[in-house]
């Protein structure tokens, strides 16, 4: 970089998608712009699939202003494709598959208000003969067309190129602004008059980030080869599995809102592993695996404007997983914001949160936390405990930590996938000597040995519903639930406690919710029945989490 001027327009910080698109429009406007990118982070436009897509959710609804984003973004990156002489957009459809018949149902409901708009169809005969040989089938599947796959890595690299050979590109980290006095930014004995900050989850570190409602979350993904799969849509099943060509695709991603860091995570790859057993027939080499942080804010929309407390700042961020999308449009007009003063939109502005928002429950409010904080006050070191419904290993291994080496737990679940992804946590915890693994279902727990004679569970666990990354249609249902609730109660040693954390927001999920709490209303004296948390109102899909305590054997009081 060149340091002939003491002064220079702007300092664009942050080399992912945004800052790289905002720094070449800025020097395409004639000003005087350098790009600083830390070559030792990886921002979340590298990691992520660049997906673009008019259909998203669970209700399939229409990305909001749909037209005028996506007509921008085209724009821009065919352009980018022209100047570069490189493909960078690619068109795609994205096949939805159903785990049951009632996601089949609800799908063909909302199927008949996007098919006049073009924006889905159905599967055809041929489609489903061509991938048989590589897919489990699915229970029923709609084509959601419209999309495209940008090359967020390839275009981040030609940017960046451009930017290096004009002399404008810094390839370093910077300290956030320090404090509120002063105009601008100085680094590297150049002052500059404006600065943006686009570093993603690098605006956590600012003073006061706090000021601004980021809600930060984790996505992994992993880079799988399969070998004679050629696919020119994504296949959505829970996750997605997205190709790149030559037989390569990305699987994922996950979301993990409790711990916002780069940091690749055992648990994600054994849930996007399970996604992959559950999803394909045929053999699969997973080749890498990612991690990024995407930022979003609780309207779902960019901020893009003035920094709340340093004048002179500029922030463009919270794009969350609509990067692709989102960035051109908000990009083009903070450049004609900065350049030819014209006001940002409203909906932009990061004062539309200068209302403090309602605070959200802390992590340690969730459900799942809530069942542990709960068990954690009758679990001892040296005691038994069970866990009814092991999933991906969470609950387990945390039994596993709270009984110590003395104790011992007991742990089932009804999917092989589950007994894996189980051991294999156990095993990079070594926790795996004091855990006695069980494929069974539950509903015949009052049938299993599990403990040595003589020996009770002091704690034992349910965590209802489906297994994370799992067949969606394998669910834990009300029947055999009831009949495993009835025979922990049993095996409880007196003074234990019993937890379950339901979730009404799967098909089938709220009938057994309900089935529940008629069966906890039913529980005589001397049980004693609690909500764990603040329950949300009966209607929501939100998770409960629920403890029933047994009282100690007044025998054994001293």
Not at 124 to 129: D, G, K, M, R, Y
Not at 223 to 252: K, M, N, T, W
Not at 281 to 300: E, F, M, Q, Y
Request: hydrophobic share 40%.
């Amino acid at each position: 970089m060149s340091t002939a001027a003491s002064s220079r327009d702007c300092l664009v910080v942050g080399g992912g998608l945004a800052g790289s698109l905002l720094a070449n429009r800025l020097l395409d406007r004639g000003w005087t712009v350098d790009l600083a990118a830390d070559p030792s982070t990886m921002p979340a436009s590298r990691v992520g699939a660049g997906l673009i897509t008019p259909v998203t959710g669970r209700k399939f609804g229409l990305t909001p202003d749909w037209g005028p984003l996506s007509k921008t973004a085209l724009e821009w990156y065919r352009a980018f494709e022209k100047q570069f002489q490189a493909p960078l957009l690619a068109p795609l459809e994205v096949f939805r598959w159903f785990a049951n018949a009632e996601e089949a149902t609800a799908a063909r409901r909302r199927r008949r208000r996007l098919q006049p708009a073009g924006w889905a169809r159905p599967i055809t005969t041929a489609e489903q003969a061509a991938w048989e040989p590589f897919f489990h089938p699915p229970h029923a599947g709609l084509v959601l067309t419209g999309a495209w796959r940008l090359d967020t890595a390839g275009l981040l690299d030609h940017l960046h190129r451009r930017l290096a050979a004009a002399g404008r590109f810094i390839p370093q980290s910077l300290p956030p602004p320090a404090n509120e006095a002063g105009d601008g930014y100085a680094a590297h004995g150049i002052r500059y008059r404006k600065v943006v900050w686009c570093e993603g989850a690098g605006v956590l570190r600012h003073r006061g980030a706090d000021t601004l409602p980021w809600k930060p979350s984790r996505g992994e993904l992993l880079e799988v080869e399969i070998p004679g799969l050629r696919l020119d849509a994504v296949i959505r099943r829970g996750h997605s599995l997205i190709p790149l060509g030559d037989h390569r695709f990305l699987a994922g991603a996950t979301y993990d809102w409790d711990h916002p860091d780069q940091t690749p995570t055992p648990e994600a790859r054994a849930e996007l592993e399970s996604f992959l057993h559950n999803l394909l027939r045929v053999p699969s080499t997973i080749t890498g695996h990612r991690a990024g942080v995407r930022v979003g804010t609780p309207d779902n929309r960019p901020v893009a404007g003035p920094h709340p407390l340093h004048p002179g700042h500029w922030i463009c961020n919270g794009f969350g997983s609509k990067g692709s999308l989102l960035i051109p449009w908000t990009v083009e007009a903070l450049a004609h914001h900065l350049v030819d003063g014209t006001p940002l939109p409203p909906e932009l502005l990061p004062q539309r949160f200068s209302r403090p928002p309602p605070p959200e429950p802390p992590p340690n409010r969730r459900p799942t936390t809530l069942a542990r904080q709960a068990v954690c006050e009758i679990l001892r070191p040296g005691d038994a405990a069970l866990d009814a419904t092991a999933g991906n290993g969470h609950d387990t291994a945390f039994l596993a930590r709270t009984v110590g080496p003395r104790g011992r737990v007991a742990a089932l679940d009804i999917q092989p996938a589950a007994i894996s992804s189980t051991r294999r946590r156990l095993t990079e915890e070594k926790l795996l000597d004091r855990v006695t693994l069980l494929q069974a279902d539950h509903g015949d727990l009052a049938e299993l040995v599990l403990f040595p004679p003589g020996v009770r569970p002091t704690a034992i666990m349910f965590n209802l519903g489906y297994l994370p990354g799992g067949d969606r249609r394998l669910i834990t249902r009300p029947a055999s639930t009831l009949r495993a609730l009835e025979a922990a109660l049993t095996l409880l040693a007196p003074g234990g406690i019993l937890s379950v954390v339901a979730y009404p927001g799967h098909p089938g999920g709220a009938g057994e919710l309900a089935a529940l709490q008629t069966w906890l209303t039913t529980l005589p004296p001397p049980w004693q029945v609690r909500r764990l948390g603040d329950h949300p109102p009966p209607d929501s899909p939100h998770p409960r989490a629920f403890a029933v305590l047994q009282p100690p054997d007044p025998r054994s009081s001293p």
